[in-house]
């Protein structure tokens, strides 16, 4: 599986930006996606994960009602809404991506396969 993130950019704190996440290579039907995020000086913590065939979602709390994670089955991508951006969301933004064979939500680095590279968000006045 491959993964192509694009969509970051700069942003004024209470702006909006949309992160896309183009995937080609394998079948992936069954799979998690999520997306990630590293600020400077940071470990990379989760965000957001959807699952491509059922299409819950689940989301970190410090972005739970801001952020929406969606798919587009045809185009084989997942998206993140980003809204009420504040200087705390800054960081590069990475989409990545898990077979199935976990229980309960992935949240964590190690439980991902493959990783997209990533995009950079930067919320400043």
């Known amino acids: 599986v491959q993964l192509q993130a694009s969509g970051g950019g700069f942003v004024q704190p209470g702006g909006s930006l949309r992160l896309s996440c183009a995937a080609s290579g394998s079948t992936f039907s069954a799979y998690t996606l999520g997306w990630f995020r590293q600020a400077p000086g940071k470990e990379r913590e989760f965000v957001a994960a959807i699952r491509w065939i059922a299409g819950d979602t689940y989301y970190a709390d410090s972005v739970k009602g801001r952020f929406t994670i969606s798919r587009d089955n045809a185009k084989r991508a997942i998206y993140l809404q980003m809204n009420s951006l504040n200087p705390e969301d800054t960081a590069v933004y990475y989409c990545?991506?898990?077979?199935?064979?976990?229980?309960?939500?992935?949240?964590?680095?190690?439980?991902?396969?493959?990783w997209g590279q990533g995009t950079l968000v930067t919320v400043s006045s």
């Open positions: 990545a991506s898990r077979s199935p064979g976990i229980a309960g939500w992935p949240t964590r680095v190690g439980h991902y396969q493959y």
